[in-house]
């Protein structure tokens, strides 16, 4: 079963364009919430993670927005480029030591010149 | 910078044949994780390992082992490679009280 559930599976924005991928997860043990990067031929890679007690964390034009009660989390890319053009992925773990992470289906990210 | 590495980028191997497939990290990490991605199914674990010789069972382990002999390598086992275990194959490892988790560049599986 899939505990985390990620959309749109695909999108395309042109550039400038703000592309929001959406995650909503079921277990309210979770308590880290991190989005993986990848790019074609490499590994995921840590893009940017929030913690329940914010709502909202920015690092550059990357912000996650997170809505607790309603078990949902997004992330926003502002100004999106061409070279953001990605596969985008959402996970969710539990405890401090982060444990084992559980991941949504991914989104494939296209932004046109 | 953490460096996962993987034995190959690409692999094709035959029904019924026995698969061994490495990863290998050099940031003396305890945790160390075998997933399987395919489209729209995103990242699953198959098995994972929090030092050497233990593991657990991720979501998927039906087809698959695992060994962890030394702290650094982690290899997942194909007993006997079926059509339905070709996917794109990505190890990754954790340092104990931290989060992020760092991945190889993954090993693209054919079975034939």
């Known amino acids: 079963q899939q505990q985390v559930k990620q959309s749109p599976q695909s999108l395309i924005v042109q550039k400038g364009g703000i592309p929001i991928i959406n995650c909503a997860y079921e277990?309210?043990?979770?308590?880290?919430f991190p989005w993986y990067q990848q790019f074609p031929g490499k590994g995921p890679a840590l893009l940017i993670a929030?913690?329940?007690?914010?709502s909202e964390k920015k690092e550059g034009r990357f912000t996650i927005s997170f809505n607790k009660s309603a078990k949902q989390f997004s992330l926003h890319i502002m100004d999106s480029q061409p070279g953001d053009s990605a596969t985008y992925f959402c996970?969710?773990?539990?405890?401090?030591?982060?444990?084992?992470?559980?991941f949504g289906e991914g989104t494939q990210l296209t932004v046109n010149p | 910078d953490v460096k996962v590495t993987q034995s190959s980028r690409y692999l094709v191997k035959r029904t019924g044949e026995k698969v061994f497939l490495e990863c290998v990290q050099d940031?003396?990490?305890?945790?160390m994780f075998w997933y399987r991605q395919d489209p729209g199914l995103g990242l699953r674990l198959i098995y994972f390992?929090?030092?050497?010789?233990?593991?657990e069972k991720g979501d998927i382990p039906e087809g698959y082992s695992v060994s962890r002999e030394k702290k650094e390598r982690f290899s997942l086992i194909l007993e006997s490679a079926s059509t339905n275990q070709t996917s794109m194959y990505l190890c990754?490892?954790?340092?104990?009280?931290?989060?992020?988790?760092?991945f190889g560049p993954g090993t693209r599986l054919t079975v034939l």
């Open positions: 990754a490892s954790r340092g104990t009280g931290l989060n992020e988790q760092f």
């Open positions: 277990n309210t043990a979770f308590d880290y």
């Open positions: 929030i913690r329940p007690d914010v």
């Open positions: 996970a969710a773990s539990r405890g401090s030591s982060g444990s084992r992470l559980t």
């Open positions: 940031m003396d990490h305890e945790n």
């Open positions: 390992s929090y030092d050497v010789k233990m593991k």
